[in-house]
């Protein structure tokens, strides 16, 4: 399925899962990595650089929000994050720290391969592409973002999520057109997941994200890209 | 203004009901005035009878010895010059009697004939204009008949128009060959009276004094105990308004120090109690979210396993398939129980959290109708939905949306293949806090009034022999009335046997407490965008919603 068999960081404590996760990972044709404790995370990222980190939120000795966002420092790596607790505070901390996904425990397998594909999964890339929204210069092929010449870091969601807006200058968006071309989900999904990535991306992109120029919020829709 | 002094008396009585300080104040007025109006006649008469009594007693020792000297110069006379005319002679005795009370300055006389057109030519004779009417008639038939001496107080008139009060004493004079005359003594009191009007002007004075006294020490004395008690009172309403530091300050060792300190120990107390609920519930909240994280973690492991052998049951032998089937069955059957116990447990420790947004009911219930129609169909049971054909609610969507399809599926599991209506309305009979009402009518089996006090009731079942096609988890009406209970709602049944049950829901169209266009559950932290807030009905959706339409969880549906 893969041209290379993706491979998955699984940072579980809870063996058992982590083991039945593999399973699951393998029949889909990816390749799991294991690590058991929030500490160990950070070095075995480090020391394997995998496709995608799969990151439970409750780790004992270092809670998986601080997992996260040492991560989310030092790579661009997609992020799907597993938690056990519905509450929204929870969910939204985790985007905030810098998640791209969540899926909540107990799952089917399906959910989860379905989750974990859209994350690998790339927009349609035309190797010319070069975009622009204001200053900021899109190069789809080259998968980068400037400004006046200047690289801004973004991931891969965040990249895409900027690259589908900018690609139909002035259209205003809704939150669940965004979750199905960036985040691919075929059924209703969490808007927050929309709202929490915008604000991150704003932080990146914008001169001042209070008075965002790049993307902007259509009341009662969602968001557009601002004139090229 | 004659309203205002019509409303003067319901204020007085709603100021006595109301205020201490005032009925204590006005209490002792009223006593002390009546002490002081029992008092003040009884001091004033013992005071006049003192001054008056002195007066009197040589007053009518003057007259006895007057009387005495006069009736021995009329005998004196007699003897001397008995032709001499009777008027000559009782003016000697009015000159000679007259002449002691005008060296001591003390008395007027008059001498009246006791029997006028008599024997008498003289009828009466006195010193300086004193006028015969000065003398009541009473004591003159005293002296007169009796013949003897009288006194009485009287009011000295003088020809000329003057008054005095005074004291007149008379006695009976027998002028031999003339008749029987009466000698009257009048004693003015004019500096008795200025001496009993004073005294009697500065009681009254000093009456007024005392009841203003009285007043003002009562008015102080409960103004220091009125004051610790309004103290007190203010500072329960601190407490009761949730300023659980509240205490009283506590001066000195006194009673009212006492009640202070009583009072603030029981605050202490309390704040302590509630304290260790509060304490309590964190960890029941703490523990709900252990269990889920504890549970859900293997569930996910087993799930996936279960998942992993059913999409390769087709390789097995028919028993092994059969149990891989049954084995994924029972797993739904236990994660939806899971979840609902969870929900029930989350409900029990107050710890729903809602997460508002401004949404449109109605599309809710068309899109529960539109998930449920395979149980519908199954069923055999027509839904039909009236009323608004829009209504804006302000609520938390997922929740509502598992309210009414618990509610739906309850409807088509009882139906009995009779169509089962919803009606969507508001009502805005309390025009303060509009509600949205929905309810879900079947016609089926009803429900009668005993099993009407259950039907909220966890794990209760209307008919334990019936076979049941929904499976439910048994609490999904009983998580329906948590959830409504939760938006500030309610949910009622009504229903009689064979006439089918009507469950009806009532949501506030705002959220309780509302008034501010906060809602309640959105934090900063609910991933909104800092700089434009996206529009209310985008927002923030509960935890569910990331693709768990399908109801599991929602107790008692699976589709």
Redesign the interface.
Known sequence: MWSVRARVLVVDD?A??AE??G??LR?EGMEPLFCYTGPAAVPAFRRESPDLVLLDL?LPGMDGLAVCRSLRAESTVPIVM?T??????D???G??AGADD???????????VARIEARLRRLEQTATEVLAIGDVTIDVGAHTVTRDGAPIAVTPLEFDLLVALARRPGFAF??EQLLADVWG?Q??????LV??H??RL?GKVELD????EVIL?V??V?YRAGPP | MSGGLRRLPGRGIALWQESLRFRVVLGTILGSTMVVVLLLPALLGSISSGVLGAKEASAVAEATAARSEAQRLLDASTDQAADAPASRRIDAVVAAVGARGAQAGLFEVLVLATEPGGLSATPERGTNLVSESSVPGDLREIVAGDQRQAWTYTLIRYTDGRSVPGLVVGAPLSVRGVGPYELYQLFPLAKEQQTLSLVRNSTAVAGMLIILGLAGLAAAVTFTLVKPVQEAARTARELSAGNLEARIPVRGHDDLAQLGMSFNEMAGAMQGQIHEMEQMSRVQKRFV?DV??EL??????V???A??LHDKRAGMPPDQARAVELLQNQLDRF?ALLADLLETSRQDAGSV?L?YEEVDLRAIVDRVVGALRPLADDSGCRVVVVGSPSLEVTCDAPRVERILANLLSNALEHGQGEPVVIAVDLDESDRAAPHAVVTVADRGVGLGPDELAHVFTRFWRADPSRVRRVGGTGLGLSIALGDARAHGGSLTAEGAPGKGATFTLRLPLLPPGSATGQLP?Q?P????????P??P???????????Q?DPVGAGGVRP
Request: hydrophobic share 35%; net charge negative; aromatic share 4%.
């Open positions: 809870d058992d899962l039945m996760l399973i699951v029949s409750m597993l056990a607790r519905g509450d929204t505070v969910v939204v901390a985007l905030q969540y899926i909540v425990k107990p799952f089917k397998p399906r959910e989860l809704s939150r989900y059924h209703a999904g969490d808007t927050r709202n929490v915008v604000q704003r994200p209070e008075s965002p919020t009341r009662g969602g | 979210a889920s994280h859900r973690t293997p569930m996910t492991t799930r996936m396993a998942d992993l994660e959290d997460n559950g934090g932290a609910s991933g909104q965008d800092a700089a434009d996206p529009p009905d985008r927002d923030v959706p509960g935890p569910a919603a990331a693709g339409v």
